[in-house]
C-alpha cells in the first residue's frame, strides 16, 4: 500500500465540497484514517484532457530520442493535462507508460497519408488500394514495424489516424486524399477491429465524404460549412478544432505564397473563420473537445489556453472545460472523480467555471495517485 492522501474540496462538475481519498493511488470517498491531507480547500478538476498532441513530434521533425519524448510528455502533465491522446506520432513511446511523471497516453499509431502528402518521415505512406488492410492492420495491432514504423507490431490502437487532406502540388491547393468508397471500406475495417477514426482535414472539398464515411471525429475542422456540421451532427462524431494552432497559418501561408499562392490564400482565410464555425458546430450538437496539435509548431503544455481559445469561440465556460477535462474523459473511456478510479486530478486556488485562467496556476497535481512535483 502507498501513502494515503486525502483532499478536502469542490469537486467537479457535480460542485459540491467533499472529502477525497487516495489510497493505493485510486480514489476513494470513504475516510482513511492518518491520510496526509494534501488540500485543504480549493476545487477539484478530473485531470485535463489533450486529445490532440503528438509525443514524438517537434518543430525540426519527429523525434525518437527517450528523454526528449520524457519531456514532451512532462511538459503537458505540469499543466495538468494527464489524459492524452496522441493523435499520430512516428515514435515509440510505450515506455512513457512506465513513468510516474507521464500522463496516461491513447495512442493512435502513426499517420496514414498518400506519398508526398504529408509532412516528411512522419506518416505510413500508402496508395488508395492498401488503405483498408493498412486501417485494419494499425487498429488489431498487425503494423509496426512492417509498415515503416518504429514501434514493433503487437499493439492494437484505440484510434487511427488519417490525413484527409493535404496540399497536391499539382494543383497548388489542398485537395483530399481518398476517394469516397476507400474510405467507406477503411473505416468499415478499423470499426470491426475496434478502433475509431481521427481525421486530419483542414479543407471544405473532404468533410463530406469523411463524415459520410463513418469517421469518429474531425481534427482541426477549418473548412466545416453549414452543411458539413449538419451531418458532422447528425453522424454523431466529434470535433477537435486545435484552435491554439491557428496562430501559426498566416506563417505557414507566407512560406508557401511564392509556389502555392491559391493555398498560401486559403490559409490566409481559414484562421478568420474558424473560431465562428467551431461555435455552430456545438450549437448543432457536435461533441467538441480540447486538442492542442502540440508537437510541432505548437509547444506541449498548452491545454489551459485551448480550453481558454473555446470560450473565446463562444463555449460557455463551463462546457468549454468540460471539453478539456471530464466529458472528453468520458469521450475516450477514462472516469473522472469516481469511487475505484485512477487518482488523476488536478486542484485550483479558484473556480475555474468562474475564470478559465485558473486553469494555468494549478496548486496541486495528483497523477497515478502521486504528487507531481
Known amino acids: 500500500m502507498t501513502e494515503a492522501l486525502h483532499v478536502r474540496g469542490v469537486v467537479l462538475p457535480e460542485g ?29 478538476v478530473p485531470g485535463l484532457v489533450d486529445a490532440h498532441c503528438h509525443i514524438g513530434l517537434a518543430p525540426g521533425g519527429p ?31 510505450r515506455f512513457l ?13 502513426r499517420h496514414i497519408a498518400r506519398p508526398k502528402r504529408y509532412s516528411p518521415d512522419t506518416a505510413l505512406e500508402i496508395e488508395p488500394h492498401e488503405l483498408a488492410e493498412v486501417v485494419f492492420r494499425e487498429a488489431s495491432g498487425g503494423g509496426g514495424a512492417a509498415l515503416g514504423s518504429d514501434a514493433p507490431a503487437g499493439e492494437p490502437h484505440l484510434w487511427v489516424k488519417l490525413v484527409g487532406d493535404w496540399i497536391d502540388r499539382a494543383e497548388g491547393d489542398l485537395t483530399p486524399l481518398w ?28 468533410l463530406a465524404d469523411l463524415i ?29 478544432p486545435t484552435l ?16 502555392f499562392p491559391v493555398y498560401a490564400e486559403r490559409m490566409t482565410r481559414l484562421p478568420g473563420t474558424a ?3 467551431v461555435r455552430a458546430a456545438f450549437e448543432a450538437g457536435v461533441p467538441v473537445y480540447c486538442g492542442t496539435d502540440a508537437g510541432g509548431m505548437v509547444p506541449h503544455g498548452g491545454v489551459a489556453e485551448e480550453i ?45 467555471r468562474a475564470d478559465l485562467a485558473v486553469l494555468r496556476s494549478p496548486v496541486r497535481i495528483v497523477l497515478r495517485g502521486r504528487i507531481l512535483a
Open 275 to 277: 473560431p465562428a464555425r
Open 97 to 109: 507508460d512506465a513513468e510516474p511523471d507521464a500522463p496516461r497516453i491513447i495512442r493512435c499509431g
Open 244 to 259: 491554439v494552432n491557428l496562430a501559426n497559418f498566416p506563417g505557414i501561408a507566407e512560406a508557401a505564397r511564392a509556389k
Open 308 to 352: 481558454l481559445a473555446l470560450h473565446d469561440a463562444g463555449l460557455p465556460a463551463e462546457d468549454a472545460l468540460a471539453a478539456g477535462s471530464w466529458a472528453a474523459r468520458r469521450w475516450l473511456g477514462h472516469p473522472g472523480l469516481e469511487e475505484g478510479a485512477p487518482a488523476d486530478f488536478v486542484v485550483y486556488a479558484a473556480d475555474p
Open 179 to 206: 476517394p469516397a468508397d476507400v474510405l467507406r471500406a477503411a473505416v468499415g475495417r478499423a470499426h470491426a477491429a475496434g478502433a475509431r477514426v481521427a481525421v486530419h482535414t483542414f479543407s471544405e472539398e473532404a
Open 16 to 44: 459540491e465540497e467533499r472529502d477525497l481519498w487516495v489510497v493505493d493511488r485510486r480514489l476513494t470517498f470513504e475516510p482513511v484514517a492518518d491520510a496526509e491531507t494534501v488540500a485543504a480547500a480549493g476545487w477539484v
Open 63 to 93: 523525434v525518437h530520442d527517450p528523454a526528449e519524448l520524457h519531456d514532451q510528455a512532462r511538459a503537458n502533465a505540469a499543466a495538468g493535462a494527464l489524459l492524452l491522446r496522441d493523435a499520430g506520432s512516428p515514435a515509440d513511446t
Open 212 to 240: 459520410d464515411a463513418g469517421v469518429d471525429s474531425i481534427e482541426h475542422g477549418t473548412g466545416l460549412t453549414d452543411d458539413t456540421i449538419a451531418r458532422l451532427a447528425a453522424s454523431g462524431a466529434a470535433l477537435v
